[in-house]
């Protein structure tokens, strides 16, 4: 099961977005990456096509490893470590390791 799905928010923990929060777009499981929202924005050149008129650079998210990544509490409104619980025979939940609410 996966520790970050997408459209959680997430806080970087490492590298030059350290500290930021963002919500993840999409992940790819087995390359343990993730694209999310405004982070790791690196600068894409573009040139000049039929389609789009103006060319010249844009910035674009680039995948970031998920070992950077931790879900950020809505109790306690930090990045913090996921735990697991399941209640009876239900699905496995994820939980804040801290305070043990529940990520959906
Ligand atoms: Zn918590």
């Known amino acids: 099961m996966a ?3 997408h459209g959680d928010t997430v806080m970087v923990l490492s590298g030059k977005d350290r500290g930021k929060t963002g919500k993840i777009l999409r ?3 087995e390359r343990d990456r993730a694209l999310v929202e405004r ?3 690196v600068k894409h050149f ?3 096509g039929q389609q ?3 060319g010249g650079v844009i910035e674009r998210e680039a995948a970031v490893p998920l070992a ?3 879900p950020v509490c809505p109790r306690c409104r ?3 470590r996921v735990g ?3 209640a009876g025979d239900g699905p496995k939940q994820r939980q804040c390791h801290r305070c043990h609410e529940a990520i959906s």
Request: charged share 35%.
């Open 27 to 29: 992940v790819w499981p």
């Open 68 to 70: 950077k990544l931790a």
């Open 52 to 54: 789009q008129q103006a």
């Open 39 to 41: 982070i790791n924005l």
């Open 46 to 48: 573009e040139r000049r």
């Open 78 to 80: 930090k990045p913090v």
């Open 84 to 86: 697991w619980a399941r």
């Open 3 to 5: 520790r970050v799905r």
